[in-house]
């Protein structure tokens, strides 16, 4: 079975991900800080102007057109969280100036302005982990600086003070130091649940900075009347999972007979999936066509309008006949390509991305982004769904230094798309394909 680690790595570096069979936590002197803000109330919803909330359908729809790419680069099952990649390229367009800022910040619908950008991002930051206490989100970032350069006072104060990301220095001529730092940072920044992140040829001759964000994830599925949403006694073993043209897998199946909240998206059907007290949820697509082009007429017919609209016009209380795979997805993705059909081109281009905003070091400024890579994991069960998401932009230089009548069949039987959502801003956290183990 595969596994799905998210880590969303942005790497401004020449990076390969290669995975790591070693399982042992390094021994860290010294670790670098996580200072994500803990929650000290819980609030009944994310409070968002009226051009946040226009910020939240941006952001959304660059999830939205992120999974489509990234699904025709690999072709395969797939996890990934927009928002861990958001945040790392907001704060690295802090560090941009000029087409590179521009390009970073309108790709991810914020047209010119990186200050409503930040107080965004800082608002979800103190928000998202304090909606329910039966769930755990973490949103943490850090900055690894190679110890030949400066960062600049105005982006370390906005990477603090706005992101709560601490700056630390390392000996980058050892590429073990570096590893075992951001690896270790991400172990515990995810409870565990990443790791390991990066080997040493992971680290390029040109490392100049790691800029990290992690995204952690853990909730049960809510209740209904004190019963669970699943029970391990109805688990379906080894049943068919139908795949487009032909072929089948066997896979578990969780199955539920209860009221869901259930609506269409043309004609395919979505279901939401709550977590604990409802303010998070799994929204499932699933295809109206089995075993023909089903998945590939979905996606390409998905936006940000046909979405909103569906989640707008869902039902309450639709008795619905639910079977749904028990899954656990494991991958790593370069998103170069997809970044640049985005719209991120610049920052890719040595000699003519702007980061001269970031660092310092005798003049030079030839700072770009050499690759962007992103590892994912989640873990969906009976019990309810863990996931993480780390992403970290690696910086080089050129140059070192309605209700029924009857119950609803929705048979997750055949591939579907699959996105975890804060209800009260309408924020993807996670967005996802399943069409096979």
Not at 46 to 58: D, H, I, N, P, R
Not at 185 to 190: F, G, V
Not at 193 to 213: Q, R, V
Request: charged share 20%; hydrophobic share 45%.
């Amino acid at each position: 079975m595969k596994q799905l680690n998210i880590l969303l790595v942005l790497l401004v570096a020449a990076l390969g991900l290669a995975a790591c069979e070693k399982n042992d936590v390094p021994q860290v002197k010294d670790p670098i800080d996580i200072a994500s803000p803990s929650p000290k109330d819980l609030i009944t919803k994310v409070t968002l102007s009226e051009a946040q909330k226009a910020y939240v359908g941006a952001g959304n729809a660059f999830a939205i057109n992120s999974l489509k790419l990234l699904y025709k680069q690999e072709n395969e099952s797939i996890i990934f969280s927009p928002l861990s990649l958001q945040y790392a390229l907001a704060i690295s367009a802090n560090g941009a100036s000029g087409e590179t800022a521009s390009e970073i910040i309108s790709t991810l619908g914020y047209g010119e302005d990186q200050d409503a950008l930040n107080e965004y991002c800082n608002l979800l930051l103190n928000q998202l982990p304090a909606l329910d206490d039966s769930v755990e989100v973490k949103l943490t970032d850090a900055v690894i600086v190679n110890k030949e350069f400066r960062v600049q006072d105005a982006f370390r104060n906005i990477a603090e003070k706005v992101y709560y990301a601490p700056v630390e220095y390392v000996d980058a001529t050892n590429p073990k130091v570096v590893v075992d730092r951001i690896n270790e940072w991400a172990h515990r920044s995810t409870n565990g649940f990443i790791y390991p992140f990066l080997e040493e040829s992971d680290i390029s001759d040109n490392f100049a900075a790691a800029i990290l964000n992690a995204l952690y994830f853990k909730a049960k599925w809510s209740e209904e009347s004190g019963k669970p949403m699943f029970n391990s006694d109805d688990i379906e073993k080894s049943k068919p999972f139908y795949l487009d043209g032909g072929g089948t897998r066997k896979v578990d199946y969780m199955v539920a007979s209860r009221n869901f909240r259930y609506g269409k998206i043309g004609k395919n059907s979505i279901v939401e999936l709550p977590y604990a007290h409802g303010k998070f949820a799994m929204y499932v697509i699933l295809p109206d066509i089995k075993g023909g082009n089903g998945l590939e007429s979905l996606l390409s017919s998905l936006t940000q309008k046909s979405w909103s609209e569906a989640l707008a016009s869902m039902s309450n209380d639709a008795l619905v006949q639910l079977r749904f795979p028990r899954f656990e997805i494991e991958d790593k993705y370069n998103l170069n390509e997809m970044l640049q059909a985005l719209g991120i081109r610049r920052a890719f281009i040595p000699n003519k991305a702007q980061f001269d905003k970031l660092l310092s070091h005798s003049g030079i400024n030839n700072f770009f982004i050499e690759s962007v890579l992103q590892k994912a994991r989640i873990n969906v069960t009976e019990w309810g769904t863990e996931a993480a998401a780390v992403t970290a932009v690696m910086i080089g230089v050129t140059s070192i230094p309605g209700q029924p009548d009857k119950a609803i069949e929705f048979f997750a039987d055949h591939p579907f798309v699959y996105a975890i959502v804060e209800k009260t801003s309408g924020v993807i956290l996670f967005a996802g394909v399943f069409n096979s183990l």
